[in-house]
């Protein structure tokens, strides 16, 4: 079996796939800057109680302070540990978006490769390994763990070793060790823990299987090589550059698969359609029977048929979007109680094959089917839009600033613009000013030239474009 990480490097963010046989099976968008606060680690100050919804706002260090559901408190007592001027730890759980801040949790984690690090909750959890082999890591992570520790194993520790899962929890318990070393001298508001984009990418998508890295960039392919060289000194010689004229994702096929997990819809071999509608309150999923359109005559079979293929593509959108939280699936309606059975467990193996960390609910009297999925970081939708006033789902201006930023690499590595202006709206060029400011600077290194941006009032958000700039002597 062939398995490649293909990364596509562009400024400012990392689209990475993982293909096996040709086929994409894992995808991540890592945002290089102002990414994604979620698993960030701050010692914090409660600034104020809201008992009404009980919940209470801790100073971070933002703009706003973050919002802590009690629900989220580390004891089961719910708020009566957490008063007023409180100095605690906070784990951010849910970034910003639109009007809501961002919401952090005192049941902190830390993510491993074969287990999570919960010192809020000691003691070894293995609910979600498979049942035969849940007494053998069990008993691993007994004999492993200290007094106090706590660890939650994954669904793939089911065939780890003892010395994997030793070096898993050697390297939570030093990155937690640090954690309450810095706390220790913080004051509050401070960032303790931060999580590094490349090495958490890594962490999760490197194993023995691996058999190629391919980048398509030289900055990223220096970039990876020093990561490897420090943690991963095996897969060093699996790392290669694309040396084809060709875009990497199209040269390996798989740009199509990509495309599509920035769209809404979803096409169903054989007919019908998934519609995904993300929103504040989490994910809806509606099945289309699409061609069948006539479904009193087409028979029920001809429906669970679609359902059934509804099932196992929902189930691999689930990971490949990164979609987390609650999510609703609404199937084609079926009269039949035994086929209704078989689709919930034809969706309950899938979700195994591909998510086994989520939980399904099961039916809801409605007639849907519930689903949630741990939160580990944010979603592709996340990283790439946020929610309008009106309800729509819209480009970041951050995510609006890179597209500029990586049209402007291909016109300055085509040669055509030297040097270059960038005509923007003043709002994308505040952005490109502030935090994406590195990024640009990069560009223009590596360029050689000069990235020249015009705020235009009269620019629409999403619009940019791009000119050469006057000739200097």
């Known amino acids: 079996m062939s398995r490649r990480l293909l990364i596509s490097a562009a400024p400012g963010e990392w689209r990475t796939a993982l293909v096996e046989n040709g086929t994409l099976v894992d995808f991540r968008l890592v945002r290089l800057v102002g990414g994604s606060r979620i698993g960030e680690i701050h010692l914090g100050r409660l600034v104020r109680r809201l008992p009404a919804l009980r919940a209470a706002l801790v100073e971070i260090g933002l703009e706003r302070p973050a919002y802590l559901s009690l629900d989220d408190a580390a004891s089961k007592r719910g708020g009566a540990l957490v008063h007023e001027g409180a100095a605690i730890l906070v784990q951010v759980k849910r970034d910003a978006r639109a009007d809501k801040a961002v919401g952090v949790t005192m049941r902190l984690c830390l993510n491993g490769r074969f287990l999570d690090w919960t010192p809020a909750r000691p003691g070894a959890r293995v609910e979600m390994v498979a049942l035969p082999e849940r007494a ?16 939650l194993a994954h669904p793939h520790a089911a065939v780890a070793d003892a010395a994997a899962l030793e070096a898993d929890v050697t390297a939570l318990r030093t990155r937690w060790t640090k954690v309450e070393t810095e706390r220790r001298r913080a004051t509050p508001p401070c960032r303790l823990y931060a999580i590094n984009p490349i090495a958490d990418l890594l962490g999760d998508f490197l194993d023995e299987a691996v058999d190629a890295i391919i980048v398509d960039d030289a900055v990223a392919f220096v970039t990876l090589r020093g990561a490897l060289s420090r943690d991963w000194p095996a897969f060093l010689d699996r790392l290669a550059r694309h040396r084809g004229t060709e875009p990497l994702f199209e040269a390996e096929g798989i740009a199509d698969a990509v495309a599509m997990l920035m769209r809404p819809r979803v096409a169903l071999a054989g007919g019908g359609a998934l519609l995904i509608v993300p929103t504040p ?46 999510i609703v699936v609404d199937f084609i309606a079926l009269s039949r109680k035994t086929d209704r059975e078989r689709l919930l467990e034809a969706f309950r193996t899938a979700l195994m094959t591909e998510v086994p960390e989520a939980q399904l609910l099961g039916w809801t009297r409605l007639g849907h089917v519930e689903v949630t999925h741990p939160r580990r970081r944010a979603a592709s939708h996340e990283v790439l839009f946020e929610p309008s006033p009106d309800g729509r789902w819209v480009k970041t201006p ?15 590595r085509e040669g055509s613009l030297r040097p270059m202006r960038l005509h923007v709206h003043p709002q994308i060029a505040a952005v490109l000013a502030g935090e994406a400011s590195p990024v640009v600077s990069e560009l223009e290194a590596s360029l050689g030239q000069r990235l020249e941006i015009l705020p235009e009032p009269s620019c629409a958000l999403e619009h940019f474009a791009i000119e050469p700039g006057p000739l200097h002597n």
């Open 136 to 151: 053998r890591v069990a008993a691993m992570l007994d004999r492993m763990l200290k007094a106090g520790e706590g660890a």
């Open 281 to 326: 309150a989490g994910v809806l999923i509606d099945v289309d029977s699409g061609s069948l359109a006539e479904e009193q005559r087409v028979g029920e079979e001809a429906l669970l048929a679609v359902d059934l293929a509804a099932a196992a593509v929902i189930a691999r959108q689930i990971r490949l979007r990164g979609l987390a939280g609650a």
């Open 398 to 412: 951050l995510t609006v600033a890179l597209e500029a930023l990586a049209e402007a690499q291909r016109a300055g």
